[in-house]
């Protein structure tokens, strides 16, 4: 018997990224993007997707906070943390905010901490390793910009959609 896997409440549209993968396999004109493999997975949920808002941000969770703080609207949270493996960027404080606030995921380029506790938040948590190590807080960062993450190309607006298979990035929400 299978367990089921949590989904995102925000996942009203059912997609698989291996059957999005097979329809823009040969799609070069950048519209349809495939994130590497190196992402783990914190969260409680599984499968996720939304519209994409990012920040750019390094060894500062300033702009982490402030954004999950706010209300998620099924949003996926996408940041760009240079990819350091030296501080988290969110926790099980941030994460159970991002949960209470309506996020249906968070995509870190970067690290986590807390992992017991992420692992009950009901949203997709992505990133690529756990390090305790907090940040400092400068307040430094911006939101709202396209990033690079693992070296493709996200920017706000695009339509994220992670699950056990990977992550893909469309500009235009899939439907079905």
Same mark, same amino acid.
């Given at each position: 018997?299978?367990?089921?896997?949590p989904?995102?409440?925000?996942?009203?549209?059912?997609f698989?990224?291996?059957d999005?993968?097979?329809?823009?396999?040969?799609?070069?004109?950048?519209?349809?993007?495939?994130l590497?493999?190196?992402?783990?997975?914190?969260g409680?949920?599984q499968?996720?997707?939304?519209?994409?808002?990012?920040?750019?941000?390094?060894?500062?969770?300033?702009?982490?906070?402030?954004a999950?703080?706010?209300?998620?609207? =099924?949003?996926?949270?996408?940041?760009? !943390?240079?990819?350091?493996?030296?501080r988290?960027?969110?926790?099980?404080?941030?994460?159970?905010? =991002?949960?209470?606030?309506g996020?249906? !995921?968070?995509?870190?380029? !970067?690290?986590?901490?807390?992992?017991?506790?992420?692992?009950?938040?009901?949203?997709?948590?992505?990133?690529?390793?756990?390090?305790?190590?907090?940040?400092?807080k400068?307040?430094?960062?911006?939101?709202?910009?396209?990033?690079q993450?693992?070296?493709?190309?996200?920017?706000? !607006?695009d339509?994220l959609? =992670?699950?056990e298979?990977?992550?893909?990035?469309?500009?235009?929400?899939f439907?079905?």
């Open positions: 018997m299978t367990k089921p896997v989904v995102a409440a925000s996942a009203a549209v059912s698989a990224t291996c999005l993968c097979d329809t823009h396999k040969s799609d070069g004109s950048g519209a349809f993007r495939v590497p493999p190196v992402f783990r997975s914190f409680a949920v499968k996720f997707s939304g519209r994409v808002v990012t920040v750019k941000c390094f060894e500062d969770n300033s702009l982490v906070k402030d999950v703080d706010s209300p998620g609207e =099924a949003r996926v949270l996408v940041v760009d !943390g240079g990819a350091s493996l030296r988290a960027l969110l926790g099980g404080n941030l994460g159970a905010a =991002a949960a209470k606030n996020w249906a !995921g968070v995509v870190i380029d !970067g690290c986590v901490r807390d992992v017991a506790e992420l692992a009950r938040c009901q949203t997709g948590i992505r990133a690529l390793a756990a390090m305790p190590l907090p940040t400092e400068h307040q430094q960062g911006q939101r709202d910009v396209a990033v993450i693992q070296g493709v190309a996200v920017r706000p !607006g339509w959609y =992670a699950d298979d990977g992550i893909v990035v469309m500009t235009a929400p439907t079905n």
